[in-house]
């Protein structure tokens, strides 16, 4: 049986505008700075990693592997920016400024940070220094790098694929295309063509081959 996923998979995104990318995913260098943004209700990033701080409605932690490689490393706390301030490096006095202390930054200040019912785990792609997502991905992903699915069809292409890898259903329908598992590939067919991508690839770089994949049905 195939699923129409526009339809089939609305009510997963029903209320979402996952294109609305108003969550600062922020990494930190380590866990003093976690520490300290999280006891002092603040995150801080230079001024030029953030193109429009006034869009920046929350932030979410990232802890790294390197960092937290024994200690759950991912995304657990998350918080609602209250305001926020362009200021040079030297006065954020919660952290010493190793470096470039007159450089500027934006400093968020946060209401109260939440921990997430299921902590994000990292996995695939880590974040620079500060990425924008979607806080209905933050609160309805399991891995971080579901944070960089781009819409709401994207999310639900990525849910109609994992279906069909399970073998919870033999494949989907979208606009014109069939998506369905052929031997070791995922192929798609349309009456423009076929494109394949391996099952291989998908598992090992899944949101960069989603977006192949999502860009190959609607381009």
């Known amino acids: 049986m195939f699923f129409d996923i526009l339809d089939e998979y609305e009510i997963n995104v029903r209320g979402a505008d ?110 620079k220094a500060c990425e924008m997502t979607s806080h209905f991905l933050l609160k309805n992903c399991k891995f971080v790098n579901e944070l960089y699915i781009r819409n709401n069809d994207e999310f639900k292409l990525y849910l109609g694929i994992m279906d069909v890898l399970s073998g919870a259903i033999d494949g989907i329908e979208i606009k014109d295309c069939k998506v369905f598992i052929n031997r070791s590939a995922i192929l798609i067919c349309s009456e423009h063509g076929k494109r394949k991508f391996k099952i291989e690839d998908y598992k090992k770089n899944t949101i960069e081959t989603l977006h192949k994949i999502y860009d190959f049905i609607f381009n």
């Open 18 to 127: 996952i294109s609305n990318r108003n969550t600062l995913l922020g990494s930190v260098k380590s866990r003093q700075q976690y520490d300290v943004n999280v006891n002092h209700r603040f995150y801080h990033v230079p001024e030029y990693k953030v193109a429009s701080p006034d869009k920046v409605e929350y932030v979410a932690l990232y802890r790294s592997k390197n960092n937290f490689m024994s200690d759950s490393p991912g995304v657990i706390h998350y918080g609602k920016v209250i305001s926020y301030v362009r200021i040079k490096r030297r006065d954020i006095k919660e952290l010493n400024a190793s470096y470039s202390p007159d450089d500027y930054y934006y400093r968020f200040e946060i209401d109260r940070w939440e921990t997430l019912p299921h902590p994000l785990k990292a996995r695939e792609l880590a974040p």
